[in-house]
């Protein structure tokens, strides 16, 4: 699969087959998240991979019970190590970094026939507690992995159209 294949096929999957995925296909995913740029190449992040059922469960109730991280396999906290490290725009290295690396995973995920789901509605003291992350990192995002009940298709995509998004030399509304 190409790249554009996989941007396309990518979508929020909400809905799980049971069936677990093996450690080696998500290390295979994992591997592309750690080729992720990130500023300064600095790498401050961890990703916790959460396949047991009771701790996932733990996920489940901070992250405002939404049925799917309970139904998929694996949930995956994308934590920063240096959550005060603000670059000199002014913006938090880690989240974007994150960010980056988390896309690199759904990505590949989507490319192996995976669905994903990025899980933003969470309580960030709680899914620390949840997961043993040290008080000073940061959850940036949890994402759901797993085997998606509908096959991965290129779909139409609700999406605001490219003359609304973008401006050539200087911004316009
Ligand atoms: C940062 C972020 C947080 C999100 N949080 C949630 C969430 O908590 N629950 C959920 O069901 N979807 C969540 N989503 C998924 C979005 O709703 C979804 O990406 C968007 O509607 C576009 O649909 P698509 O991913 O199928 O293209 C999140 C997406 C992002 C990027």
Redesign the pocket.
Known sequence: MDVEDAILK???V?SYKNKGISREKLEKIMDCARMAPSANNRQDWKFVVVDDDVVKDRIYEV??R?G?VREAPVVIAGVTTDPKDIMSCGVPAGVVDLSIAMDHLALKAADEGLGT??????NQEEAKEAIEIPEKYEVV?LMTVGHPSRPLEAEE?NRKDLEEIISYNTYTE
């Open positions: 990518r979508r929020s909400r992250a405002n939404q799917f789901c990025w899980i933003g509605a969470f995002a995509k």
